[in-house]
């Protein structure tokens, strides 16, 4: 089979998953909308963390490396999500997802061995962080002790894709040491929740704060940012993306245990959707471009989704802060409406592209 065709259906299952992740986050919230599956708001979280955002980093990461197995990765964490979707055999779709999340951690072992770099032994790390939370999952643990380590392991992936972009600048030494002191508070704070919950998401939550600080003082965006087109939109989107990582870590630090309910909502999603998504909406374009080998144009209209994300997670943040059920509930069915604009958009701008190129033959 193509390779291109491989990606395509790889992308597919991914989105796939992430439509059925939204579906089953609006009946968590309380809409009334069709059950068309029990399991889609049981597994929101695991289908939006692996099958989606995993199968998209693994894939992501495959086709830079260009070996044929690598391929495998995105494969077992795409059709464990949709075995999660089918509610057929959640211990199969759990089993497939886990293994892709070892695969990915293979991959970087790999690509350690080629290029030792801290960059690289940070995202092996958030790799391994990812593995770890698939086999607490397996093995019934709590979800809320789980879903820590899936956002280490997004966490981690993208502060070392920055700082492989940040060597540019030449990092000095102790620049460099501040930045693993702040790691090292986060993992140290990761690893604390499962002795002493609350001083173990505190600490973590100053994890965040310090990697927020440090990504906002040193990263090239701010250079970018005064440029044009695709290049200013993706340091924007880095850089709010930034102040959501920070204000998850600053509910976390002042909350401390939250288990479950409105303050748990606010720091999961300033996190997964306010930092995590801010960064996709960035680099969708190129990520796409990539994958498909298609060249995405920028478009002006992207900033559409960008806006309206923060605009509707603060409605939802402070919906979750101030005990308002209705804005919460309203912030996240408009989260969704967001993603969707989002999928359009990219969709649109790659029929562009695809019909520019055509046209250029």
């Not at 790691?183 to 939550?205: A, C, H, K, M, Q």
């Not at 850089?239 to 401390?256: C, K, N, R």
């Not at 604009?341 to 055509?358: D, G, P």
Request: net charge positive; with cysteine.
């Amino acid at each position: 089979m193509p390779r291109h065709l491989i990606r395509f259906i790889l992308i597919l299952l991914g989105i796939v998953s992430l439509l059925s992740a939204m579906w089953g986050g609006l009946v968590r919230l309380g809409w009334s909308m069709p059950v068309l599956q029990p399991a889609l708001a049981t597994f929101h979280g695991p289908l939006m963390v692996s099958g989606f955002l995993g199968t998209l980093i693994s894939l992501e990461r495959a086709t830079r490396m260009e070996y044929r197995w690598t391929y495998a990765v995105p494969a077992l964490t795409g059709f464990g999500a949709l075995i999660l979707m089918t509610g057929s055999s959640s211990l199969i779709g759990e089993s497939l997802i886990t293994l892709g999340s070892f695969g990915l951690f293979i991959t970087f072992i790999v690509i350690m061995r080629i290029q030792l770099t801290l960059a690289n032994v940070v995202m092996g790390v958030g790799a391994l962080l990812w593995l770890i939370g698939n086999i607490f999952w397996m093995t019934d643990s709590p979800i809320y002790r789980i879903v820590f380590w899936w956002a280490g392991f997004l966490v981690l992936i993208i502060a070392g894709e920055r700082l492989a972009i940040i060597r540019i600048l030449s990092l000095s030494k102790s620049t460099k040491a501040t930045f693993l002191v702040a790691l090292g508070i986060f993992l140290l704070g990761l690893v604390l929740t499962s002795v002493n919950y609350d001083n173990g998401i505190r600490l973590l939550g100053a994890g965040m704060i310090s990697l927020m600080i440090l990504l906002i003082r040193y990263d090239i965006a701010w250079r970018s940012v005064r440029g044009t087109g695709l290049s200013r939109f993706i340091a924007i989107c880095l850089l709010t993306g930034y102040i959501w990582l920070g204000i998850s870590g600053a509910i976390a630090l002042s909350m401390g245990s939250v288990p479950l309910g409105l303050t748990y909502d606010a720091v999961l999603h300033a996190l997964f959707l306010g930092f995590v998504f801010s960064m996709i909406f960035g680099h969708a374009p190129v990520i796409f471009s990539g994958v498909l080998g298609i060249p995405v144009s920028y478009q002006p209209q992207f900033y559409a989704h960008l806006v309206f994300l923060h605009l509707t997670l603060i409605m939802r943040v402070v919906g979750d802060l101030c005990g308002w059920s209705f804005g919460r509930q309203l912030g996240g069915l408009l989260n969704v409406f967001v993603l969707l604009v989002f999928l359009a958009n990219t969709v649109y701008a790659i029929r562009t592209s695809f019909s520019k190129t055509k046209s250029a033959q």
